[in-house]
């Protein structure tokens, strides 16, 4: 063979679509790795329409992965103590039908949990969702998208009515002002900077705005850069807007015609002046002014945010005031305007789209509402009521699940929790009290593998076929061009045949990934997200497509391209809903104890855990080692200079990193990526100082900020000489 394969990178979720050759090509060495083994060559697909054949460090060296540390069977242990043993699949499902059987009639179905990942296709998620939601009755599937975007998600339900970026990436190239916020666009959404930055420069009218506490390389960029102190976003976004109301920003026809609630957010925005604004965002009020002015004066403003907004305790809020800046000056459903979440993962937003959040159910529907469950009851051929009319628990909720005793089984897919939940100790103290965890990864090891009892080997990219939608609501068919290896299955497989074993045969008679998308593309009929125009044929043939895509032809794919065109929203009156918010500010402030504000992020050649990027030499030697920015000014006062290791001490734990001093980063805030956990670097987790206060409504946790301490480590000190002794008593160690 030595044609290429068109897919999907498995990242970000940008979506930029790849081809994929195989080692050997006519003419041409066997393309190898440092250790010679025969790779896959990865290039840049110029035809898909959100990349245009450009592509990052990381989706150019992904092939380098696919070989190495792969589980490769399934293994099991009675015990964590003791060491796996490998078993056959026959041996995994009567293990996990047993197991499921037992909790279900000894516990009841609410027992049952499973946490998985915007790295599952959507036949994935749809397929879980099946079984959890739909036959066993309980809402307990929640996915890693609770620790990236469930704030937009929650944002956009609460002001559109419905879930769904309502902007597309060919907005880049025809805003007059781009906004933002909470956003290293630059080094985690590298190919829509690349997009943004190259029209910015050919532009010089165009405007850039970066709200962040650290000058990143997406801050380097801008015409304006706001480095605010953390937990003022909303601060600043009202302050805006009461400049916009002043100067006459404002789009009253609009205003009147097609939203509701604005009297509630004038009477927020008239409290925040311009000099009470700067004070608290610790900016001058001159540049305050200017980000207002850009905005205002502009005919076409595009606003981008991600977790910078999202992971915070009030994350919803903060959506939500961004939008009310689009929805008071009209700047929303015309071309090159909006407000546009950046997922973070490759199919963040296929999971919403099934239901992939303990609150929602397949096809942007919600738990809480009868006749969605009526509708899916009927459509999966269950009995009325079967699916449970409680919202499932969060990700944090199953951690405390176990600490309580109330989860008897935990199953965990695609996803490493052993590195990314807040309060690090906590989490992996709960994780050794399950009862049974059931972990199912491509890769061993991993830190969470740490704490299960039963490894599912699973399929990844190039191995599976499936669909993955990206940012811009663009679905793509990502299909598979290897053999898998070992005995690896994709998830869906897995979970279908857990579902026939349940005793659900008629449920769950998929033979292929495209039958479940044909039956998943059904469900999405007449709702928002409509898809019934699509399927794997269809996307193999015509290439990727944006939704809404309905089969009756009044929508062809890809139209509209945007959202809204007609100024008309999902609420009950078709208007949309402005949200006053008074900011809150942090929910873990800095006090004399613990006196600056640890604010965690990404970098460019990592992705998440490690899981994947770890195990690439190109990106593993991008950024070998973590570290600790920090301002001059700290760093005099506690007699730091770069290098200097430092030990890093929340109410919660502990992590150690050498000092990098910079004035990119704003006095009183350090910076740590979130990267390293247990295997790839010593007490060096950025989330064993985090905490798990949470937005009310999106339920996710601001990873963002916590309050932190300093401690110089003395050379020649042991780490437990060095420790706090309070801190010596009450953390546990890490596992080994």
Not at 182 to 195: L, V
Not at 385 to 414: C, F, K, N, Y
Not at 419 to 442: G, H, N, W
Request: aromatic share 8%; glycine share 8%.
């Amino acid at each position: 063979m030595t044609d290429s394969t068109k897919t999907l990178c498995p990242y970000c979720g940008v979506g930029c679509g790849l081809e994929v050759l195989p080692p050997a090509q006519p003419g041409k060495p066997i393309n190898r790795d440092s250790a010679g083994t025969p790779i896959w060559q990865v290039r840049g697909d110029r035809a898909h329409p959100s990349s245009h054949g450009m592509v990052c460090v990381k989706g150019a060296t992904i092939a380098e992965s696919l070989n190495k540390d792969r589980l490769l069977y399934p293994m099991l242990r009675d015990t964590l103590t003791q060491p796996f043993r490998r078993i056959t699949w026959e041996e995994a499902y009567d293990c996990i039908v047993q197991r499921m059987q037992t909790v279900r009639y000894t516990q009841g179905p609410e027992a049952i949990c499973m946490y998985g990942s915007g790295q599952f296709q959507t036949e994935d998620y749809y397929t879980a969702q099946k079984l959890l939601k739909g036959c066993l009755g309980t809402n307990n599937f929640d996915a890693n998208s609770r620790l990236c975007m469930s704030s937009a998600v929650s944002g956009y339900i609460q002001s559109f009515g419905a879930d769904g970026p309502p902007c597309c990436y060919d907005d880049l190239e025809l805003a007059d002002c781009a906004f933002l916020i909470g956003t290293n666009t630059a080094e985690c959404h590298p190919i829509i900077f690349n997009r943004l930055r190259k029209y910015h420069k050919q532009n010089r009218h165009v405007k850039m705005i970066v709200v962040d506490p650290r000058e990143t390389a997406t801050a380097q960029a801008a015409d304006l850069h706001l480095a605010i102190r953390p937990g003022t976003d909303i601060d600043l976004m009202n302050g805006m807007a009461h400049l916009l109301m002043r100067w006459g920003h404002f789009d009253v026809s609009f205003i009147d015609e097609c939203t509701a609630n604005f009297p509630a957010f004038a009477q927020v925005m008239q409290d925040y002046t311009p000099e009470m604004t700067a004070q608290r965002c610790g900016i001058a009020v001159e540049d305050l002014e200017t980000a207002a002015r850009y905005w205002g004066e502009s005919e076409r403003v595009l606003s981008l945010w991600s977790m910078g907004v999202n992971q915070s305790s009030e994350g919803t809020a903060k959506v939500r005031t961004l939008i009310n800046l689009h929805l008071m000056t009209g700047q929303i459903g015309k071309p090159g305007a909006g407000p546009f979440s950046l997922t973070g993962q490759p199919n963040a937003m296929g999971g919403r789209e099934a239901g992939g959040l303990a609150h929602l159910l397949p096809g942007y529907r919600v738990v809480q509402n009868p006749q969605h469950r009526a509708e899916l009851e009927e459509f999966w051929g269950l009995k009325p009521g079967q699916i449970s009319p409680h919202p499932g628990r969060t990700a944090w909720e199953m951690i405390t699940g176990l600490e309580q005793g109330d989860v008897g089984v935990l199953w965990i897919a695609a996803t490493n929790p052993a590195v990314s939940m807040p309060d690090l100790e906590r989490t992996k103290a709960a994780l050794k009290r399950s009862p049974f965890t059931i972990y199912q990864d491509a890769y061993f090891p991993t830190e969470t593998a740490e704490y299960a009892h039963l490894l599912l080997p699973a399929a990844q990219w190039g191995e599976k076929t499936g669909v993955m939608t990206n940012s811009e609501r663009r679905v793509t068919l990502c299909q598979a061009f290897r053999d898998r290896p070992g005995e690896a299955k994709a998830d869906w497989e897995i979970f279908a045949e857990v579902g026939r074993r349940l005793g659900f045969a008629q449920q769950f008679a998929f033979t292929t990934s495209a039958e479940v998308y044909a039956e998943f593309a059904q469900v999405t009929r007449d709702r928002p997200c409509e898809m019934t125009g699509l399927s794997h044929e269809r996307l193999r043939v015509k290439g990727p497509a944006q939704w809404p895509c309905r089969d009756s032809g009044q929508v062809k794919p890809g139209e509209p391209a945007r959202l809204y065109q007609e100024l008309r929203f999902h609420t009950p009156d078709g208007r949309a809903r402005f949200g006053a918010y008074h900011s809150r500010g942090l929910a873990e402030r800095p006090d004399p104890e613990y006196p600056l504000v640890l604010t965690t992020g990404r970098l460019y050649g990592h992705w998440h855990t490690q899981t994947r990027t770890g195990r690439i030499e190109k990106t593993r030697q991008m950024h070998p080692n973590p570290f600790l920015e920090i301002h001059p000014r700290d760093a005099s006062e506690l007699g730091l200079q770069d290098k200097d290791w430092v030990e890093v001490r929340s109410r919660r734990g502990l992590a150690r990193f050498p000092v990098t001093v910079t004035k990119a980063i704003a006095p009183g805030t350090v910076f740590v990526p979130m990267h390293w956990g247990f295997l790839w670097a010593d007490q060096a987790e950025a989330n064993a100082l985090t905490h798990p206060e949470c937005c009310p409504d999106s339920k996710q946790p601001e990873l963002k900020a916590c309050a932190v301490q300093l401690v110089p480590i003395k050379a020649g000190m042991s780490p437990q000489e060095n420790l706090h002794p309070a801190a010596r008593s009450s953390i546990l160690a890490p596992s080994s």
